[in-house]
């Protein structure tokens, strides 16, 4: 079910009738099926729903990480899957921010060097990328900890400069699958606020995969996926 929240193109994020169909073994997996949703920009979405449903492959297609079987994503307009392989990971690299679960943090390089790379990967000088990468952990509040590698942070902590690492980029689209799945509650709920009040401040979208209704109803869209979603997944 398609709800139309802006004219056509000046959503950050637009999926229509993405399918996506897996063979295992003899037997066909289809997460979902004719799957349509948008988002403004600075706007925020939860994506709930059982484990196993399809939550992390709905994410994958929507950050050019899998091909959808049918459909298409759109990017601030730009059809994700028109796109050489070539093409859409720079587009990614560009205009999209990933936190996941498990921080996903290079274990030997130091929160500096984490959130910097990004801008070193887009080829920035080293020292404006490191400033840059400072002014966010500051953000986030980790100025004291700029030093340290991911093995001296706590899980919040580590979090924190994934949220930093998703954001230095500037981008349009912030995809969190579970990013407060592995924390304890109050945690969760530091991470959880940090994670929505800066994607908003830097009028990102934000994709929001969470296990926990509290923090789905804090969002300003909810997509309830069940099995077979499409037909029977609704965007409120
Ligand atoms: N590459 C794959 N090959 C076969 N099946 C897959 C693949 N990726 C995911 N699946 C299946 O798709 C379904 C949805 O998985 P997933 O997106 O990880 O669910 P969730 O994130 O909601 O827990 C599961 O049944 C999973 O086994
Ligand atoms: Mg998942």
């Not at 030997?108 to 002014?135: F, T, Y």
Request: with cysteine; glycine share 8%.
């Amino acid at each position: 079910m398609t709800r139309v929240l802006s004219p056509e193109g000046s959503a950050v994020l637009r999926a229509v009738g993405l399918t996506r169909r897996y063979l295992d073994g003899p037997r066909e997996v289809v997460p979902f099926h004719n799957l349509s949703l948008e988002l403004a920009a600075g706007q925020s979405l939860a994506v709930i729903g059982p484990s196993g449903v399809g939550k992390s492959t709905l994410l994958h297609l929507l950050g050019g990480l899998d091909k959808p079987t049918t459909g298409q994503v759109f990017i601030e307009g730009q059809a994700l899957y028109e796109l050489s392989d070539a093409k859409r990971t720079l587009l990614r690299n560009q205009k999209l921010g990933f936190v996941y679960q498990f921080h996903h943090l290079l274990e030997e390089c130091s929160a500096l060097e984490n959130v910097a790379m990004p801008l070193l990967i887009r080829r920035q000088p080293k020292a404006e990328a490191l400033d840059r990468a400072a002014q966010w952990l500051s953000k986030v509040g980790l100025e004291s900890r700029l030093d340290h590698p991911p093995s001296r942070l706590s899980g919040g902590e580590r979090q924190r400069v994934a949220i930093a690492r998703a954001l230095v980029n500037q981008p349009s689209l912030v995809l969190a699958d579970e990013p407060t799945g592995n924390l304890d509650r109050e945690t969760a709920e530091r991470v959880f606020e940090l994670l929505v009040t800066q994607c908003q401040e830097a009028q990102a979208g934000l994709v929001i995969v969470t296990h926990d209704l509290h923090f789905a109803n804090r969002c300003d869209q909810r997509f309830a996926m069940t099995s077979h979603s499409g037909s029977g997944s609704s965007q409120a």
